[in-house]
């Protein structure tokens, strides 16, 4: 990181508020003060709502004949992405620079896919291209996210200025206190609902196993106990399902459950079995 030259304002002579001046010495020690912190952190927890797929005006197909490739990307040296695409641990990189668009070959590096044929290696550089695009979409749309959040924005402006950013958020800030307070508000919602639809899983393996004519059914609270109970279910072809069997499969799969543990499923959003089985959580 680079150091910072020490300034005075103008006018003030050499030394500034510190200058020497004559003085008794105190008659305590002085501990001496903290240096400043050369680094800071910032919060950057939550959800980067970055839509799938990102821009398709340059997509480009993989080559079917190959395995498929791993991606990874990179910040480098002067903040610009940088795209990794592998196959059979061969990689090759993707950038951009002022010459345009460039990877290993086009710069005068070794091939690392020089045992393709020519029309798969072209294919799968093209795809490439068209991966480090997304890639850079992607990454740019997540710091436009992380900038917009209140603190991130005050450290980066802070830094901007050569003052020390603030480590912790200070709630005493209306806008901070507002802005942390709307997205825990927001956090807490998604955690929760993804943890009740992790406890769904296991009702929908249950009904699967023991119950397979149950397809879909809207959750409700039951008058008693404040259990959870099936409502409307349904079969595959979307017929009603007769009421001894729906209440013989109430009784076995939530006669030990909580309400509580379901009640963000409760709200009349109808629940497909085999969906829920598959839930896996993004957080």
């Known amino acids: 990181m680079t150091q910072q030259q020490a ?6 002579p050499t030394g500034g508020q510190y200058a020497a001046t004559s003085h008794t010495e105190p008659d305590v020690a002085l501990t001496p003060a903290a240096e400043a912190p050369t680094h800071f952190t910032v919060p950057l927890t939550g959800t980067a709502n970055i ?16 395995p498929d490739p791993e991606i990874d990307v990179q910040m480098s040296d002067n903040c610009t992405v940088e795209t990794y695409v592998s196959v059979d641990g061969k990689t090759m990189s993707f950038w951009n620079d002022s010459y345009g668009s460039m990877d290993t070959i086009s710069c005068g590096d070794e091939d690392p ?8 290696r072209e294919q799968a550089r093209r795809f490439g291209r ?10 740019h749309t997540a710091m436009e ?3 917009a959040a209140p603190q ?38 998604e955690v929760r609902e993804q943890m009740q639809r992790t406890y769904l899983v296991g009702v929908a393996v249950e009904l699967q196993a023991s119950y397979p004519q149950v397809a879909s059914f809207e959750l409700r609270e039951a008058d008693y106990d404040s259990v959870p109970e099936m ?35 409760t709200e009349g959003d109808r629940i497909d079995v ?7 959580p993004t957080i």
């Not at 300034?7 to 003030?12: D, F, N, S």
């Not at 068209?130 to 990454?139: F, G, L, M, N, V």
């Not at 085999?274 to 896996?280: I, P, S, Y």
Request: include cysteine; charged fraction near 35%; charge should be negative.
């Open 7 to 12: 300034r005075v304002e103008k006018g003030v």
């Open 51 to 66: 839509p799938a797929g990102g821009p398709t005006e340059f997509d480009a197909p993989w080559p079917s004949s190959l």
């Open 113 to 120: 896919w020089e045992d393709m044929d020519h029309e798969t």
């Open 130 to 139: 068209s991966a480090h695009r997304r890639a850079e979409w992607a990454a």
């Open 145 to 147: 996210l992380a900038i």
């Open 152 to 189: 991130v924005r005050k450290a980066i402006c802070a830094a901007a200025a050569g003052k020390t950013p603030q480590p912790q958020q200070d709630l005493r800030d209306k806008e901070t206190r507002d802005a942390t307070a709307m997205r825990l508000e927001s956090r807490y919602q």
């Open 231 to 265: 409502h409307d279910v349904r079969d595959v072809d979307g017929n009603e399902i007769g009421e001894e069997l729906v209440e013989a499969a109430n009784d076995f799969i939530f006669k030990y459950r909580d309400i509580r543990d379901f009640e963000a499923l």
């Open 274 to 280: 085999a969906e829920a089985a598959a839930f896996v």
